[in-house]
């Protein structure tokens, strides 16, 4: 068994108890100690720019062309915290709470509560850096709901607050820049991790621009790399997010926590073509407004306006009473996947269902007109007023879809269908979020640790914040207290040129295949066939095919990829064949996970294990763990168990109805 | 929507690295599907470059939906292209016409030099906001988010002008290559707060004096930055600049 190391004691105190007790560097040795951030996401930025507040010499470095466009920036909707603004009964236990059965009882009791805990802190902080939050008149701010979740507890930027956090943590960073702490590295991609007698002493990068190949070394090293939704080729990620610093670690001793938990969210733009590159997500807070329906004749062709209100299903307010339309994204994903299946899909591909804004622009264009003093409006000036009201709300969410699909969604109700989002698998961490190879910490979606089987909407970005601006700054103390005798190692050591040598080769052999099949087809069959066999629903014998077929592409990419142009030089296809090379063993391992949980939960769907009325069947008498796999050799793992102890939380059969 | 293909003659600038000289290469793409975005008949393209063994177009791409601010082609003489307020990833094919020509080309201006083809280096921006672009707040430092109330216009103007994406079209679409758009956008963001106002005269004037050293023009008020900015970003924050930078350097106290 696994040990997590959390601190004993009564859940509300341990993280309290943790701080008081754990160890300090003093300033002038913290000057003397090099950290290494991969990454410049909410967790990267926050992280590096705390640390360099602190006093440490950090190291970041990101592939894109400047920390500001980091993929958290898409984030849309919100982020959650327990300040019980609202006055409705939030809590820290209650954020806690969510967070737990929103995960479906498969995250840990001891850091989801750290999570809630200084999840109000994040909201101070950003105000304080200039993050423009929404706000109410009386200049304080504003909140709105989120799903599987009955208060309003999420605070926003219109739909842009990823973008708006990430200004601000990357200002934060920018100062530190300036100041001298922080250097940063944009356009340089991680591809190797350092180990010198058994600890992480340094990374290999590559200088993306020059095609150089880079050693830099570290104290610590901090991977804040983001999820792998992009193993499914179409997601709703950015075309750079990868898995590779991640994957590189794992080949280096520390273990992949539950790869297969996967999150598909409901709320996406449809597919429309064989060259599509990606998938756009309409954020979550649209179902806060919006009902979700299909026909309820199978195979419906007419328009959407022409179908009378008895003759539509809202399939989420049927089923589920009691959370309608904000139920879990992993329920609301599925019972679309469940319409679309059975033939009550709509739109020309069949998979898809409506969105549709006409009952809230008439909600909202009453309230308006009431408030106005309008006395019998008409028809058109309610529209009027609720389109207006909506705008305001939701404008760039409904712009962004016009200029997509070329529609009206004031008029047309959208057209969505479950995409790959996020990953709540990622590298196993401690309570420290320290990987199972010494001085290696991992943070933000790259870790696994907070949200089970599915992850809540607007906790990502609280948890990307809360590792990189108020845990890391603690924990990573207590390990670099006892690194003060370590002088800094100079990067001509053995084991930097090694490591070097070892990446050199395989950008050599990447180049030197010269075969047939571009690095796009080959990452679009992988997406396929992760997509097919496990994705959304998966059985045993999809999941051994999947297995099969994954080996047999690997064999092809490695003899038959053609990548064009030289290493030394700006190559995009290059940087991209690399990471493709890792999505496909990732992928295999994903597969291996999902076929060794024979259960259901959160957004891990096995078909076999369902309950008479299709919802998720978990088995906690045999699965209640965090699978953390350790790479042994080439497609092989070994299995390791972290029991989950719920000491406080009682789980049950998880029920949005 | 009524979906159509097309085929079209595209004209795109090509330049090996910083230090070669580039040229116009053409291309022909056909079935192009209305439907496709702009990076997608891109993308098309590339791997059909590629499996005819020629080098593909590097151009700058990421998050694919307008928010991330990466994307930087310059389209018929368009930053972003034809679309108002829409970043190239954005732009979807049907915006044209079967047998048109269109011609791509990077971001120009002496402060983002070419990188390759279509890419360039805007670093400069990032340095801009070294300068000053930040409140100087550390970790641990807030007070409670709803100590200091701020007035819904003061904090929904601030917003507008934090939508800024960074992509630097502003630059690109003015003849004197001038970040006056984008530096007063940050500016604006911070002074219209109460967060951002001990450090007010100290940012303006540090965050000009790095936008001349990088070597972005002056101002001469064509307005052009605001019909090409894809978050629509107001030319009057460029008005509050000036009054920002001025109110500083004319008060005698800092």
Redesign the interface.
């Known amino acids: 068994m696994l040990d997590a190391k959390i601190p004993e004691g009564n859940l509300n105190s341990k993280w309290t108890d943790y701080k008081g007790h754990c160890k300090l560097v003093n300033p002038a040795n913290k000057r003397r100690l090099e950290v290494i951030i991969v990454g410049t996401g909410l967790a990267g930025a926050?992280a590096a720019?705390?640390l360099g507040?602190l006093g440490y010499k950090v190291k970041a470095f990101c592939f894109?062309?400047?920390?500001?466009?980091a993929?958290s920036?898409?984030a849309q909707g919100g982020i959650n915290a327990a300040?019980n603004?609202q006055n409705d009964g939030d809590s820290i236990f209650r954020l806690f709470y969510d967070t737990i059965k929103g995960g479906d009882y498969r995250s840990r009791e001891g850091n989801v509560h750290r999570l809630a805990e200084v999840s109000a802190?994040i909201?101070?902080?950003?105000?304080?850096?200039?993050v423009?939050?929404?706000?109410?008149?009386?200049?304080?701010?504003s909140n709105r709901s989120f799903g599987g979740v009955q208060v309003q507890r999420t605070f926003y930027?219109?739909g842009?607050t990823?973008?708006?956090l990430l200004?601000g943590a990357?200002?934060?960073l920018?100062?530190q820049?300036?100041l001298g702490n922080v250097a940063?590295y944009?356009r340089h991609e991680m591809l190797d991790v350092v180990l010198i007698d058994g600890k992480t002493r340094g990374i290999i990068c590559r200088n993306l621009?020059t095609g150089e190949l880079e050693r830099h070394f570290g104290h610590a090293v901090l991977l804040c790399t983001g999820g792998y939704g992009n193993v499914f080729y179409l997601s709703t990620n950015?075309?750079?997010c990868n898995v590779t610093a991640a994957w590189k670690a794992h080949k280096k001793g520390a273990y992949f926590g539950n790869p297969c938990f996967t999150q598909i969210h409901p709320t996406c733009i449809p597919v429309?073509?064989e060259?599509?590159?990606?998938l756009?997500?309409m954020s979550e807070s649209l179902r806060n407004d919006g009902r979700i329906w299909v026909p309820k004749k199978q195979n419906d062709a007419r328009k959407p306006n022409d179908i009378p209100e008895d003759e539509r299903d809202y399939y989420l307010e049927r089923r589920y009473p009691a959370f309608g339309n904000l139920v879990p994204r992993d329920v609301a994903s599925r019972a679309a996947k469940e319409r679309c299946d059975a033939g009550y899909g709509v739109g020309s591909s069949k998979q898809a269902v409506y969105l549709d804004y006409a009952d809230a622009i008439q909600r909202y264009g009453k309230i308006e007109a009431g408030k106005q003093g309008i006395h019998n409006p008409s028809s058109e000036q309610i529209k009027q007023l609720g389109d207006e009201v909506v705008k305001e709300k939701y404008g760039n969410l409904f712009?962004?879809y016009e200029?997509?699909?070329?529609?009206n969604p004031y008029e047309v109700p959208m057209r969505i269908y479950p995409a790959v989002h996020y990953t709540m698998g990622g590298l196993w961490v401690d309570y420290e979020l320290q990987t199972t190879v010494p001085g290696l910490y991992c943070l933000g979606e790259a870790n696994f640790s907070d949200h089970g089987a599915n992850r809540l909407g607007a906790s990502a970005l609280m948890q990307g914040l809360a590792d990189g601006?108020?845990v890391i700054?603690y924990t990573i103390g207590n390990y670099l207290a006892d690194e003060i005798r370590t002088k800094e190692i100079p990067t001509t050591h053995p084991e930097f040129e090694e490591t070097e040598k070892t990446v050199a080769a395989r950008i050599e052999k990447l180049m030197s295949i010269k075969g047939n099949e571009?690095v796009?087809?080959l990452h679009k069959r992988l997406g396929k066939i992760m997509w097919d066999k496990c994705g959304m629903a998966r059985n045993a014998a999809g999941l051994k095919e999947a297995i099969e077929e994954i080996r047999a592409l690997k064999k092809e990419f490695w003899s038959n990829v053609?990548i064009?142009?030289s290493i030394d030089?700006?190559n995009?296809?290059l940087d991209k064949a690399g990471r493709v090379a890792d999505f496909i063993e990732l992928g295999e391992l994903m597969c291996i996970d999902a076929l060794e949980r024979n259960e259901s939960c959160g957004g891990h769907f096995r078909e076999e294990y369902q309950t008479e009325d299709g919802e998720a069947k978990r088995d906690d008498e045999n699965y209640m763990y965090v699978s953390a796999w350790e790479y042994k050799a080439d497609e092989q793992w070994d299995l390791h168990k972290e029991e989950l102890k719920y000491d406080v939380v009682h789980p049950t059969q998880r029920s949005y109805k | 929507m009524e979906h159509y293909n097309m085929n079209l003659t595209l004209k795109v600038w090509r330049q090996r690295n910083s230090k070669e000289k580039g040229r116009f290469e053409t291309y022909k793409v056909e079935n192009i599907s209305s439907e496709m975005s702009f990076l997608e008949m891109f993308d098309v393209l590339n791997e059909k470059l590629i499996t005819e063994d020629k080098e593909p177009i590097a151009f700058d791409h990421d998050c694919r939906e307008g928010i991330c601010g990466a994307c930087s082609m310059y389209i018929n003489g368009k930053p972003h292209g034809p679309w108002k307020a829409n970043t190239v990833c954005q732009l979807h094919m049907r915006a044209f016409n079967d047998g048109d020509t269109i011609v791509v080309e990077p971001w120009r201006a002496k402060a983002f030099p070419v990188i390759k083809d279509l890419v360039v280096d805007r670093s400069a921006f990032d340095r801009i906001i070294q300068a000053g672009g930040f409140i100087s707040v550390n970790t641990g430092n807030a007070v409670d988010a709803n100590a200091i109330p701020v007035d819904k216009e003061s904090a929904d103007k601030s917003f507008a002008a934090a939508a800024c994406i960074g992509c630097g079209a502003c630059v690109a679409a003015c003849k004197n290559s001038s970040a006056m758009l984008f530096v007063s956008a940050k500016v604006a963001h911070l002074s219209l707060l109460p967060q951002g106002s001990p450090e007010r005269k100290t940012r303006v004037v540090a965050m000009i004096n790095q936008m001349d050293k990088e070597g972005f023009g002056a101002c001469t008020n064509t307005n052009a930055c605001e019909a090409a900015c894809p978050k629509e970003i107001l030319v009057t924050n460029i008005g509050r600049l000036n009054h920002e930078y001025m109110t500083a350097t004319f008060t005698a106290d800092k």
């Open positions: 926050s720019a705390s507040e894109q062309d400047s920390p500001r466009r993929h920036i898409a300040k603004y802190n909201i101070d902080q950003c105000v304080a850096q200039g423009p939050f929404a706000r109410e008149y009386g200049g304080l701010l930027a219109a842009q990823g973008q708006q200004i990357y200002q934060a920018e100062r820049v300036a940063m944009s621009i950015a075309m750079g429309s073509g060259y599509q590159s990606k756009t997500l712009d962004m200029k997509i699909t070329g529609e601006y108020f700054p571009t796009e087809s053609k064009p142009g030089e700006f995009p296809e």
